[in-house]
Nanobody, 120 residues
Framework: QVQLVESGGGLVQPGGSLRLSCAASGIIFSRYSMGWYRQAPGKQRELVAYITSGQSTNYADSVQGRFTISRDNAKNTVALQMNSLKPEDTAVYYC??????????????WGQGTQVTVSS
């Protein structure tokens, strides 16, 4: 049974930082690509970033230069460091795992999500 459990969400002021973490179980973690999606109220879920099993990373244009995704294969965790947060980053953030094939990341498993609110 695959489980992805997110932590680290919360309320932060604009310009602040948050670090999200996701602990995975039930998969051979090192073989999977890992990613983060987010969904803001009234909007579609969108890809934020992913990291492949080979440590290649990809970011949405809206977060490039502000967010950093990383993974620790020894601990089966993936993290998303979010700096210079903006109100438009407010969303529920979802951890996911999947495969990276043909230059495409396809999530297969999802966490329950963690709320990030950026507001003064």
């Amino acid at each position: 049974q695959v489980q992805l459990v997110e932590s680290g969400g919360g309320l932060v002021q604009p310009g602040g930082s948050l670090r999200l973490s996701c602990a995975a179980s039930g998969i051979i973690f090192s073989r999977y690509s890992m990613g983060w999606y987010r969904q803001a109220p009234g909007k579609q879920r969108e890809l934020v970033a992913y990291i492949t099993s080979g440590q290649s990373t990809n970011y949405a244009d809206s977060v490039q230069g502000r967010f950093t995704i990383s993974r620790d294969n020894a601990k089966n965790t993936v993290a998303l460091q979010m700096n210079s947060l903006k109100p438009e980053d407010t969303a529920v953030y979802y951890c996911n795992s999947g495969l990276y094939q043909f230059s495409t990341y396809s999530p297969a498993y999802w966490g329950q999500g963690t709320q990030v609110t950026v507001s003064s």
